[in-house]
């Protein structure tokens, strides 16, 4: 409450105690006017009635001036998705002539074959394949989920697995399914910038991040015909309403195509 009590001081002549329902307002359009996004106004506004609720019961004040107010709403952001061909140009750059492009083919594919977190990617271990199968193990936050592969990304991962990870590995009691180039576990900072670096020779120009793959992973599916909560399982998402965004993302996008496409629109 610093800010707006310094506010008050400066543009209002007034303390806390003596604030008015206006001066909450006019502080509102402060923040916007200042580059404030909605949701932070929104969270002053919550923050606010719950200070002088507090003051209430303390008698310290006899009403809360941010009673009554509401904020508007936060537009909702949704997840950056690649198309098809997008994904295809960014998982087509790692060149496999040496070590590091067919594990950066390998990392890529399983990457967008399961949707799974950059750090559940970077702790899994060889142990959690199953390439006769086709599945991976996940684990996250005590829970486990099974989760199946397309038969790209098990190529990808087979030739990952028996000719290029024995090459890398540092110590033969290492148990990484994926290592950086001096044979240990892949860190999140590395994986990062193998990702920024194939971004920029697909030259994509949408800012490309491990969980880009993830969200187109759950939209491409949705598109073609699965279920939510088949989606829900696989990402790994405790609450169906996590996964239900990615409907949003396929209305706005059809919705989209509908203005660019028909004669009429």
């Known amino acids: 409450m610093t800010q707006f009590s310094d506010y008050l001081r400066e543009h209002q002549g007034c303390d806390l105690k003596r604030a008015k329902p206006e001066m909450v307002r006019d502080y509102m359009a402060w923040m916007q006017g200042h580059g404030k996004s909605a949701a932070s106004v929104t969270r002053f506004l919550a923050s606010v009635k719950s200070f002088y609720n507090y003051l ?40 496999c002539v040496d070590a590091k492009g067919f594990r950066d ?3 890529l594919e399983l990457l967008y074959a399961t949707g799974i977190r950059v750090s559940e990617l970077i702790s ?10 086709g599945f991976i193990r996940c684990e996250s936050k005590g829970k486990e989920r099974i989760i199946p592969l397309y038969h790209t990304a098990v190529k990808a991962l087979q030739d990952y697995v028996r000719d290029i990870r024995p090459q890398l590995i ?5 148990t990484a399914l994926f290592v950086n180039m001096n044979g240990e576990r892949m860190s999140r900072q590395g994986f990062w910038k193998i990702i920024k670096y194939y971004q920029e020779k697909a030259g994509i120009e949408k800012d490309i991040t491990p969980h880009t793959l993830r969200h187109s992973f759950a939209v491409h599916l949705l598109e073609n015909g699965a279920d939510l909560r088949s989606i829900q399982e696989m990402l790994g998402h405790a609450d169906i309403s996590s996964t239900q965004i990615y409907t949003h993302v396929v209305k706005r996008q059809l919705k989209d195509v509908y203005q660019k496409a028909h004669p009429r629109a």
Not at 76 to 90: D, G, M
Not at 124 to 133: E, S
Request: net charge negative; aromatic share 4%; hydrophobic share 40%.
């Open 56 to 95: 209430l019961s303390r008698d310290v004040v006899k009403v809360n001036p941010a009673k009554g107010i509401t904020a508007a709403k936060a537009e909702r952001k949704y997840p950056e998705i690649l198309t098809s061909k997008e994904v295809e140009l960014f998982l087509d750059q790692p060149q």
């Open 105 to 107: 083919h390998a990392m």
């Open 124 to 133: 899994l271990d060889l142990d959690d394949l199953n390439l006769a199968a």
């Open 170 to 174: 540092a110590d033969s009691e290492e």
